[in-house]
């Protein structure tokens, strides 16, 4: 695995965009369209094996990462905090539904009084 890593030039603890930085220089670099040695073909296809190796494992670990993280109840689908009562837009939620005075049949702040 280390010598995928140096292959690329960057150290194993690169972020994602740190190595996709690093083979897109040395794919532009050693490109066969554009370098013109005896051994670029060779060379820009170790690094292309190199690339995908590092990002499957990259992916693979930020994957198992995910999977072992807790799920329930606490978030929505968008993986926000569900708060419900105790969220601070409820009290608009609760004057637009007129929870408040549920259970009470008093339509007298209904009527038009222009009519």
Same mark, same amino acid.
């Given at each position: 695995?280390? /010598?995928?890593?140096?292959?690329?030039? %960057?150290?194993? #603890?690169?972020?994602?965009?740190? @190595?996709?930085?690093? +083979?897109?220089?040395?794919?532009?670099?050693?490109?066969?369209? @554009?370098?013109? #040695?005896?051994?670029?073909?060779? *060379? +820009?296809?170790? %690094?292309?094996? $190199?690339?995908?190796? @590092?990002?499957?494992?990259?992916?693979? $670990?930020?994957?198992? *990462? !995910? *999977?072992?993280?807790? *799920? #329930?109840?606490? !978030? /929505? @689908? /968008? #993986?926000?905090?569900?708060?419900?009562?105790?969220?601070?837009?409820?009290?608009?939620?609760?004057?637009?539904?007129?929870?408040?005075?549920?259970?009470?049949?008093?339509?007298?702040?209904?009527?038009?009084?222009? %009519?």
């Amino acid at each position: 695995m280390a /010598d995928h890593y140096r292959m690329l030039r %960057i150290h194993p #603890g690169a972020s994602e965009k740190e @190595v996709k930085k690093a +083979f897109r220089k040395l794919a532009l670099q050693y490109h066969p369209d @554009v370098c013109k #040695g005896s051994n670029c073909g060779v *060379q +820009f296809h170790r %690094i292309n094996e $190199a690339y995908d190796i @590092v990002m499957s494992n990259l992916r693979q $670990a930020e994957e198992e *990462q !995910e *999977q072992w993280q807790p *799920q #329930g109840w606490s !978030e /929505d @689908v /968008d #993986g926000n905090p569900m708060s419900g009562m105790y969220d601070p837009s409820w009290d608009l939620w609760e004057e637009w539904m007129g929870w408040e005075g549920a259970g009470t049949r008093d339509y007298s702040s209904h009527i038009n009084p222009y %009519i």
